[in-house]
C-alpha cells in the first residue's frame, strides 16, 4: 500500500500533470466567460438578423404537440430535440477555439526564440564551416586566429 502511494505521489507530482490541472481549471473559467461572450453579446447581435429568434427555443417535441418555449414543453414532461441548444454549444466551440488560438498566436509572439550557442565558424579563406575552437582550417590548412 505504501509503495502503491508513493508512486502516486510521483506520478501526480510530474510537471505534466500540474500543468494539466492549472490548464483545466483556467479552462473551465475561461468557459464562463466564452459562455457570457456568446449568449450575452453574440447571440443578441445574430437576432438581430434572424429577426430575434432566441436560438435556445428551437427545438422539435417529440410527442406532436406544438409548445412556445422550450420551458413549457420541458414543464409538460414533453421530450424533446433541442437543436437550437446545440447549435447555440457549436457556436461556443468555434468562438472559444478562436479565442484561444489567438491567445496562443499572442503568446507565441511574445516568445523570444532561444539563441543556441554557436559550434562552429567560417573559414576566413575558403568560407567552410569549422568548429569553433578549430585553430586550423582541415579544408585549406590556413592557420585561424583566435
Not at 468557459?31 to 461572450?37: F, G, P, Y
Not at 453574440?42 to 406532436?64: Q, V
Not at 454549444?89 to 479565442?99: D, E, H, K, Q, S
Amino acid at each position: 500500500m505504501r509503495n502503491m502511494l508513493k508512486e502516486f505521489k510521483k506520478f501526480a507530482l510530474k510537471g505534466n500533470m500540474i500543468d494539466l490541472a492549472v490548464g483545466i481549471i483556467i479552462g473551465g473559467a475561461f468557459s464562463s466567460i466564452v459562455n457570457s461572450l456568446v449568449n450575452d453579446i453574440f447571440m443578441p447581435f445574430l437576432s438581430i438578423f434572424t429577426k430575434n429568434i432566441s436560438f435556445n427555443d428551437w427545438f422539435i417535441a417529440l410527442d406532436g404537440k406544438d409548445y412556445a418555449t422550450l420551458e413549457a414543453a420541458k414543464a409538460a414532461g414533453a421530450a424533446t430535440i433541442n437543436y437550437g441548444v446545440f447549435i447555440s454549444g457549436v457556436l461556443n466551440f468555434i468562438i472559444m477555439a478562436f479565442i484561444v488560438f489567438l491567445l496562443v498566436r499572442w503568446i507565441n509572439k511574445l516568445k523570444k526564440p532561444e539563441q543556441t550557442p554557436a559550434t562552429t565558424k567560417k573559414c576566413p579563406r575558403c568560407f567552410t564551416d569549422i568548429h569553433i575552437e578549430a585553430t586550423k582550417c582541415p579544408n585549406c590548412t590556413v592557420d585561424i586566429p583566435q
